[in-house]
T-cell receptor
Framework: AQSVTQLDSQVPVFEEAPVELRCNYS??????LFWYVQYPNQGLQLLLK??????LVKGINGFEAEFNKSQTSFHLRKPSVHISDTAEYFC??????????????FGRGTQLTVWP | KAGVTQTPRYLIKTRGQQVTLSCSPI?????VSWYQQTPGQGLQFLFE???????NKGNFPGRFSGRQFSNSRSEMNVSTLELGDSALYLC??????????FGQGTRLTVV
């Protein structure tokens, strides 16, 4: 089985400042890694994903994440945040095995609040 | 291309009743998964369907069931509702093992 730990439940930051949301995972098999964003009363929107290859992954809205296999981490970063980035962010993993996505294992989420 | 559609968006039910939620995946997607989201437990996997067959199941009681139709649309049913079943239920569709697209969710309130 896999598990995901998001190290910060809340991250407050001022507009235009950089931000890092931390994610560590545990798995006995090879995994795919994802970051999703959720706005109030909405579903989950995929920000970016790591499947293989380059460990630095770029996503939508200026976000990027770096996969570190030795530290089993997949931290999300943005160099300059906007008020509109205020939302909850979820890190997730899934097993590479199987022809379907199967089960996504989610972290507990990080609430990012951007202040003016 | 239309996204994942979940109906209804909001539901209020009484304890002991049953409820059916519907999910229409993205056209061409044959895999549908369901998740329950609560403040206390976070996002928890319910089950996954592919080509009308349940492929994976999470750790939920038998009151939670689902099915998938030949057009890939899926329904989940919760019988004998409990207050603790109040949650946002999310449906996700996918056509590969590398990405899932989520619907807006159905907010179920049990009173």
């Amino acid at each position: 089985a896999q598990s995901v730990t998001q190290l910060d439940s809340q991250v407050p930051v001022f507009e235009e400042a950089p931000v890092e949301l931390r994610c560590n995972y545990s798995s006995s098999v090879s995994v795919y890694l994802f970051w999703y964003v959720q706005y109030p009363n909405q579903g989950l929107q995929l920000l970016l994903k790591y499947l293989s290859g380059s460990t630095l992954v770029k996503g939508i809205n200026g976000f990027e994440a770096e996969f570190n296999k030795s530290q089993t981490s997949f931290h999300l970063r943005k160099p300059s945040v906007h008020i509109s980035d205020t939302a909850e962010y979820f890190c997730a993993v899934s097993s590479k095995r199987g022809s379907t996505l199967g089960r996504l294992y989610f972290g507990r989420g990080t609430q990012l609040t951007v202040w003016p | 291309k239309a996204g994942v559609t979940q109906t209804p968006r909001y539901l209020i039910k009484t304890r002991g009743q049953q409820v059916t939620l519907s999910c229409s995946p993205i056209s061409g997607h044959r895999s549908v998964s369901w998740y329950q989201q609560t403040p206390g437990q976070g996002l928890q996997f319910l089950f996954e369907y592919f080509s009308e067959t349940q492929r994976n199941k999470g750790n939920f009681p038998g009151r939670f069931s689902g099915r998938q139709f030949s057009n890939s649309r899926s329904e989940m049913n919760v019988s004998t509702l409990e207050l603790g079943d109040s949650a946002l239920y999310l449906c996700a569709s996918s056509q590969s093992n590398t990405e899932a697209f989520f619907g807006q969710g159905t907010r179920l309130t049990v009173v």
